[in-house]
């Protein structure tokens, strides 16, 4: 019943293994650091200033990256492969484009095939965002974020300790705090995922039959396939919301589990 596959579709999930064999889904949460960790990035073999906004707005082709000059860029919706850019009358397949203002900190990033990060987001490292997402400006990201494919990390959107399956969007002002987002999750305007109790010890799910410790300090959100929230809504810690589950604006969910179509309101 809380198995990552009660809530997921992992086949096409290029991270799949970061649940291989777990008994509940938020095991993915604790093993987040140790995969990442392990992983090898492609901004290791190509040079460029951490630290530091970047000044000119930049194509990552082939592992590579390039100048604008000479170049044409069609900003198209990333997330619908429309992102595109040419060599004269060549397209660049799968070219990513980083805009001037975008701030990055450590090397260790993975930029995917097709996507755009915006002016003004700041990505901290360790961070892999995989194909065709859009990294929109202001967009926080604070560390150990893996972002799947096709994915929208918001305007004034906060993340830190999150996995984003295929298609999962925060597009705007929202706070994704140790939490996991399954495929094609929508995040309304404003959403929050709290992840902090206000007393002291782990977060702890209810379920029908039992109170079970995570193990976990902090814990946001659990939200599996095709969740929508509303705009304004909150998510207790460790709440678990089944698929096609919706959270209407301007409420919060109490943490615990959630049934596959729950309506809270």
Not at 26 to 45: A, H, I, N, P
Not at 47 to 54: A, G, K, L, Q
Not at 97 to 116: N, P
Not at 173 to 181: E, K, R
Request: a positive charge; aromatic letters at 10%.
């Amino acid at each position: 019943m809380l198995t990552p596959s009660s809530f997921f579709d992992l086949t096409l999930f290029d991270h799949k293994e970061l649940f291989a064999d777990a008994t509940f889904v938020w095991e993915g949460l604790q093993r987040l650091k140790s995969y990442m960790d392990g992983k090898k990035y492609s901004w290791e073999f190509f040079s460029f200033t951490p630290n530091e906004p970047f000044t000119k707005t930049t194509v990552i082709y082939d592992n590579t990256a390039l100048s604008t000059e000479g170049l044409t860029i069609d900003f198209g919706d990333a997330t619908k492969g429309k992102l595109k850019v040419y060599q004269g009358s060549t397209q660049l397949d799968g070219a990513s484009v980083i805009m001037a203002g975008a701030l990055f900190t450590g090397d260790r990033i993975h930029i995917g095939k097709g996507v755009l990060v915006e002016s003004g987001a700041f990505i901290q490292s360790p961070a892999i965002i995989g194909d065709q997402t859009v990294v929109r400006q202001g967009a926080y990201m604070r560390g150990y974020c893996l972002i799947g494919k096709k994915c929208v990390v918001g305007h004034v959107t906060e993340v830190k300790h999150t996995v984003f399956f295929d298609g999962a969007k925060a597009g705007h002002f929202a706070y994704l705090g140790d939490s996991i987002l399954g495929n094609e999750v929508n995040l309304g305007a404003g959403t929050k995922l709290a992840n902090l109790r206000f007393t002291s010890g782990n977060v702890q799910v209810k379920t029908p039959k039992d109170l079970i410790d995570t193990g976990l300090r902090k814990f946001g959100a659990i939200l599996a396939d095709h969740v929508q929230t509303g705009c304004n809504s909150v998510t207790s810690p460790g709440t678990i919301l089944g698929k096609k589950s919706m959270l209407l604006p301007n409420v919060t969910a109490p943490s615990g589990l959630h049934r596959n179509h729950s309506f809270i309101r």
